[in-house]
C-alpha cells in the first residue's frame, strides 16, 4: 500500500515539474528585440523586418529636407524565407502625425498597412514607380516619396498591398513639442580660422545612457567652408559633459576628402551596423544622409559657396547627432508587427540643431 502512495506521489510530482518546464498547454514563444523589447505571441514567423529613420528637429524623416519638426524617411525592410500572407504593420506617433507613407494609406496619428504579402523573393526591376512631385499624398509639398528609389535594397523581399509591389514601406511625420532627448548650450570663441571653435556643454535628458554623441560645427562662407567634428563618448541617465571642439578644418571644395571626417563617417557606418543594419541598408542610410551630416557637397555649381543645402544656414552652425536607444525610439513611434517576425531591428537617429551661432570670422 505504502508503495503505490509512493509512486502516485512521485508521478505527481513529476507531472508538476514537466507542466512547469513545458509552461503549461499553450505555452507561447518569445522573441527579444535589439532594444530589449520582450516580444510574445503563439507563432514566430520565418522573416525578419529592419527599419532606419531620423528624428530632425523633432521631424521623422528618412531624407534631408528644410529643416523643421519632424521624423524623416523611416524606411522598412522586410526578408522573407518564404512567402507570407496577412502581415499587418501599424505606426503610431505619440503626439504627433504623419505627412507621407508608401504604398499610401490614410494618414493620421497611426498609420496601418493591412493584409500585405511579403514575398520570399525581391521585387528586382518589376516594382510600382514611387510617385513623382505633386502625385498622391505631395501634392505641392516637397515629398520624400520621390527620392524611395535611391534606397532601395536589392536583397530585400518584395511586399504586394493591394495592386503596389514595394521593396519597401515608408513613412515621414511631425513630432508635436518633442523634449529633446540631448540639449546644450555652445560657448563659441572669438578667433580668426582656422582656430578652435568653442566648448559645446550637453545633457543627457533621458533614463537611457546615450552614446557616441557627434558634435559638428560648420562655417559656410562666400568663397570658403570650415569644419570641426568632435564626439562625446557617452552620456548616462541626467548628466552634462563638455567638449572643447578641435582646430577648424579647411575645406576648398566640395570633393576635398578630408582625412578628420572620413574617419568620423566611417565611425558612424561602424554604429549603424552595430545597431543591426545591414552592410546594404548603412549604404542606403549614408547615400541619404552622409554629405548632409558630414557636409562637404551641398554644392551642384561654382563657385563653391552657390548652393548650400536649404537645411544648413550659412555662417557658424552647430549639429549634433547620434543613435537613440531602441527603448527611447520605440517609445516615440510605437511599432506593431502581425504576424510576429522572428527578428525586429529598429534604428533612429537623432539630427539636431543645437544652434544657430552669430560671428563674424571670415
Known amino acids: 500500500m505504502k508503495s503505490n502512495l509512493y509512486c502516485q506521489a512521485f508521478l505527481l510530482i513529476l507531472f508538476s515539474l514537466l507542466m512547469i518546464i513545458n509552461g503549461g498547454c499553450g505555452a507561447k514563444s518569445h522573441v527579444e528585440g535589439d532594444g530589449g523589447l520582450d516580444l510574445e505571441s503563439d507563432t514566430i514567423s520565418p522573416y525578419s523586418v529592419h527599419e532606419w529613420g531620423v528624428v530632425v528637429n523633432g521631424e521623422v524623416l528618412s531624407s534631408p529636407r528644410i529643416i523643421d519638426e519632424g521624423i524623416d524617411k523611416p524606411i522598412i525592410y522586410f526578408y522573407a524565407e518564404q512567402d507570407i500572407d496577412n502581415v499587418e504593420v501599424s505606426v503610431t506617433f505619440n503626439n504627433g502625425v504623419a505627412r507621407e507613407s508608401w504604398p499610401e494609406i490614410e494618414l493620421g496619428e497611426r498609420l496601418v498597412w493591412s493584409n500585405l504579402r511579403i514575398e520570399a523573393e525581391p521585387c528586382g526591376q518589376d516594382y510600382t514607380p514611387f510617385p513623382g512631385p505633386g502625385e498622391g ?10 527620392t524611395l528609389s535611391n534606397y532601395i535594397v536589392d536583397n530585400a523581399s518584395c511586399i504586394v498591398f493591394g495592386e503596389v509591389r514595394s521593396p519597401l514601406l515608408f513613412y515621414s511625420g511631425i513630432l508635436n513639442q518633442m523634449e529633446q532627448p540631448i540639449e546644450g548650450d555652445f560657448s563659441r570663441s572669438r578667433c580668426i580660422f582656422p582656430c578652435t571653435p568653442g566648448i559645446a556643454t550637453l545633457t543627457n535628458n533621458t533614463d537611457k545612457t546615450i552614446t557616441d554623441i557627434f558634435v559638428v560645427f560648420r562655417y559656410i562662407g562666400e568663397e570658403e567652408h570650415w569644419i570641426s567634428i568632435g564626439i562625446i563618448d557617452k552620456l548616462e541617465p541626467g548628466e552634462t559633459d563638455s567638449i572643447g571642439l ?91 508587427i502581425e504576424p510576429l517576425p522572428k527578428e525586429i531591428v529598429r534604428v533612429g537617429a537623432v539630427f539636431y540643431q543645437l544652434a544657430v551661432l552669430e560671428g563674424d570670422e571670415e
Open 246 to 336: 578641435p582646430e577648424t578644418i579647411f575645406v576648398e571644395s566640395p570633393q576635398d576628402m578630408v582625412s578628420e571626417i572620413e574617419e568620423a563617417k566611417n565611425l558612424w557606418r561602424q554604429l549603424l551596423q552595430r545597431s543591426g543594419l545591414t552592410d546594404k541598408e548603412v549604404s542606403a542610410f549614408m547615400k541619404a544622409w552622409e554629405r548632409f551630416m558630414f557636409g562637404l557637397d551641398w554644392y551642384e555649381e561654382e563657385p563653391f559657396s552657390a548652393h548650400p543645402h536649404p537645411s544648413v544656414p550659412s555662417g557658424p552652425s552647430l549639429f549634433i547627432y547620434y543613435i537613440l536607444p531602441r527603448d527611447i525610439y520605440d517609445q516615440i513611434l510605437p511599432i506593431s
Open 137 to 146: 499624398q505631395c501634392g505641392e509639398l516637397e515629398c520624400e516619396v520621390t
